[in-house]
Antibody
Framework: EVQLVESGGGSVQPGGSLRLSCVAS????????MNWVRQAPGKGLEWVAN????????SYVGSLKGRFTISRDNAKNSLYLQLNSLRAEDTAVYYC?????????????WGHGTLVTVSS | QSALTQPASVSESPGQSIAISCTGT?????????VSWYQQHPGNAPKLMIY???TRPSGVSDRFSGSKSGNTASLTISGLQAEDEADYYC??????????FGGGTKLTVL
């Protein structure tokens, strides 16, 4: 059974940093593209970033302006998202999502999300 | 990259059919057959319902179907059931190599 379990969310002050993690199981993690998607309270979904199977290919939503960094450790079946210079508008549930049926881009499996709250 | 345009809400009676539109540009929806649709019930993670415009993943009811014409994609749900009441999001691959979501549509089954 495919499982994606996010962690690392919490409350942080504006300007602070957090590192989100997503541990994958039930599939060969190192073969697939992985994504982060966020959802602000009461709002819609926003795709944040993705990373290729070996970690060399990465894409980000333009509005992040280099504040977020996606990475992965295939030996640990883990996906990460480093959040820096956090702002109130970054408050959201952050989901880890996998694309397990290449080659076309889609988000087959989702974790349950981890909540990031940016507030003073 | 601007969000794709979806109606904020739609409603229909049980047993009827409804279509949800998703409008983009030639740089996303119109340029690629990589439109996907997601269903999200309150408090839950999204679930993939359609990918590659019209392909249903295993386990998704055949009451759900997808199509595309030009820069607009559509999700059609036939034989509406109470359990279909949820938020629906479209997404598309873009010329920038990213994904973009629509703003979401709240479906109410009357």
């Amino acid at each position: 059974e495919v499982q994606l379990v996010e962690s690392g969310g919490g409350s942080v002050q504006p300007g602070g940093s957090l590192r989100l993690s997503c541990v994958a199981s039930g599939f060969t993690f190192s073969r697939y593209w992985m994504n982060w998607v966020r959802q602000a309270p009461g709002k819609g979904l926003e795709w944040v970033a993705n990373i290729g199977p070996d970690g060399s290919d990465k894409s980000y939503v333009g509005s992040l302006k280099g504040r977020f960094t996606i990475s992965r450790d295939n030996a640990k079946n883990s996906l990460y998202l480093q959040l820096n210079s956090l702002r109130a508008e970054d408050t959201a549930v952050y989901y880890c999502a996998a694309d397990l049926n290449p080659p076309t881009p889609k988000l087959d499996y989702w974790g349950h999300g981890t909540l990031v709250t940016v507030s003073s | 990259q601007s969000a794709l345009t979806q109606p904020a809400s739609v409603s229909e009676s049980p047993g009827q059919s409804i279509a949800i539109s998703c409008t983009g540009t030639s740089s996303d929806v119109g340029g690629y057959n990589y439109v996907s649709w997601y269903q999200q019930h309150p408090g839950n993670a999204p679930k993939l319902m359609i990918y590659d415009v019209s392909t249903r993943p295993s386990g998704v009811s055949d009451r759900f179907s997808g199509s595309k014409s030009g820069n607009t994609a559509s999700l059609t749900i036939s034989g509406l059931q109470a359990e279909d009441e949820a938020d629906y999001y479209c997404a598309s691959y873009t010329s920038a190599g990213t994904l973009v979501f629509g703003g979401g549509t709240k479906l109410t089954v009357l």
